[in-house]
């Protein structure tokens, strides 16, 4: 059965999401932080007979994480995209995607594809110096959002003011960044849905002007020290080989693929 999931299903959904950790890092983070019935966030997932959640499906503002083992519930997933006259992504692991594409012919408007890469706690990585690092606050949310628009790989970004505003005030997330020389942020890096576990690291970006100074790395240390001294781990997803050849340096290690399917 393909069903909205609530509170009392928690201890079902666990063992489904832990299987795999790194690949549901965005479905346990919004899951531990914001539950099954905020207003913002919706929770489905398939459940066999036995009780074992075999598929998972989460709405956060306007776009999905999709999850899945076996493809079971795949049009339910359908429709309920197709009610949703709103929503602008639906992504996940490559894997659990082409499952899904392949199991109903789900054909999206646009398909982008990236390398999925892990770090685990303390996993060895250079002295880089962060002293011109800062944390961003809320005072710093249309800062960091005007970066981004600077950005030309930015441009199918989901990320609002208001889910921005959320993620910094529920702590699920890090906002680093590195000033500029006029008041507005030369680089910044991010961290998203962070769980018991993990985080994910997203919206690591330089102003074209402050390009080569090695700002987006030193935001990037910053983020690896102060998940080692939490002792979580890091993933993130990425299609720029240069990039991700300055994450291999920080102790990424690649284990897949992540997709997106736009609306």
């Known amino acids: 059965m393909f069903r909205k999931l609530t509170a009392c299903d928690h201890d079902r959904v666990m063992p489904f999401l832990t ?18 019935d905020a207003p913002f966030q919706e929770v489905w997932g398939y459940i066999d007979d036995q009780g074992d959640v075999h598929t998972m499906l989460l709405r956060y503002f306007g776009s999905y994480i999709y999850s899945t083992e076996t493809g079971e519930g795949s049009e339910e997933v359908v429709r309920i995209l197709a009610a949703n006259t709103a929503w602008t992504l639906l992504q996940g692991d490559s894997l659990s995607l082409a499952t899904f ?16 890469a892990e770090r685990k706690p303390g996993a060895p990585r250079p002295s880089i110096d962060t002293s011109l690092v800062q944390e961003a606050t809320l005072d710093h949310v249309d800062a960091l959002l005007q970066l981004r628009r600077t950005i030309v790989e930015f441009a199918d970004s989901t990320t609002t003011r208001e889910s ?38 997203v919206g690591v970006c330089t102003r074209p002007l402050y390009r080569g100074q090695g700002y987006a790395t030193q935001c990037l240390a910053k983020i690896c020290e102060t998940y080692d001294q939490r002792g979580k781990g890091l993933c993130l997803f990425y299609d720029n080989p240069k990039a991700g050849r300055i994450y291999q340096r920080l102790g990424f290690e690649e284990i897949g693929g992540w997709t997106q399917f736009y609306r």
């Open 19 to 36: 299987r795999r950790p790194s690949q549901n890092l965005f479905l346990l983070g919004d899951i531990e932080a914001h539950g099954y």
């Open 101 to 116: 594409r392949k199991a109903v012919g789900y054909i999206p408007s646009r398909t982008r594809e990236f390398h999925f």
């Open 164 to 201: 921005l505003r959320q993620s910094i005030q529920s702590r699920t997330g890090l906002h680093y960044f590195v000033p500029g020389e006029a008041g507005e942020l030369a680089s910044s890096a991010s961290t998203v849905a962070e769980n018991s576990l993990s985080a994910m690291v």
